[in-house]
């Protein structure tokens, strides 16, 4: 069974610094690799898919990476703004589908 | 462009009681899923549909019953509802269950059952 895993919990830093999020799973046989943002009281909101052949996509400040032999992807977020600060989510999808297995989510806040 | 929309936003149950959360969508995606989404469990798989007349169980069905009649529309239903169902359900599609597309969230349910 996938198990997908978000360290830290929470992460708290000055505006201006790059965030780094991390997100762990257990079985590399993924489909693809996505990471969401969630605002308090909302729905989620897809960020960046990563497919299980790519190293890594961007979107503007968002760059994911994916490293399916150690079972990591990582998501950076270059100069962070205080609208940055959400609670964002990583999830696997194990077969076409988007069956997806979530990790706990990374609650970031960013000090103005 | 409405994107996926639940309803209700809020809904307060006893025991016992019947509902069904409603789900519509408006992008013409085959793929349509349920979640709840409880502190310290994550999100989690309730049922799945890859296209109208199909569905599937998903990580925790127990409780819950779901039907496919059109594209747009994906319903849950609440038979007896249970404390333990207390949760945020949020709804899900995405355009085809054989290709690498994201997942387009509705904006959640919260359900309290007293």
């Known amino acids: 069974k996938q198990e997908v895993t978000q360290i830290p919990a929470a992460l708290s830093v000055p505006e201006g610094e790059n965030l780094v999020l991390n997100c762990s799973f257990t079985?590399?046989?993924?489909?693809?690799l996505q990471w969401f943002r969630q605002d308090p009281g909302k729905g989620l909101t897809s960020l960046l898919l990563?497919?299980?052949?790519?190293r890594e996509q961007t979107s503007g400040r968002l760059n994911a990476s994916l490293d399916k032999s150690s079972g990591r992807s990582t998501l950076y977020i270059a100069a962070s703004q205080p609208g940055d600060s959400a609670t964002y989510l990583c999830a696997a999808s194990k077969a076409a589908g988007n069956k997806l297995t979530f990790g706990g989510g990374t609650r970031v806040l960013v000090k103005p | 462009n409405a994107g996926v929309t639940q309803t209700p936003k809020f809904q307060v149950l006893k025991t016992g009681q019947s509902m069904t959360l409603q789900c519509a969508q408006d992008m013409n995606h085959e793929y349509m899923s349920w979640y709840r989404q409880d502190p310290g469990m994550g999100l989690r798989l309730i049922h799945y549909?890859?296209?109208?007349?199909?569905?599937d169980q998903g990580e925790v069905p127990n409780g819950y019953n779901v039907s496919r009649s059109t594209t747009e529309d994906f319903p849950l239903r609440l038979l007896s509802a249970a404390p333990s169902q207390t949760s945020v359900y949020f709804c899900a599609s995405s355009r085809t269950p054989t290709a690498n597309t994201e997942a387009f969230f509705g904006q959640g349910t919260r359900l309290t059952v007293v």
């Open positions: 549909s890859v296209g109208a007349g199909i569905t």
């Open positions: 990563i497919q299980s052949s790519q």
């Open positions: 079985d590399s046989a993924i489909y693809n």
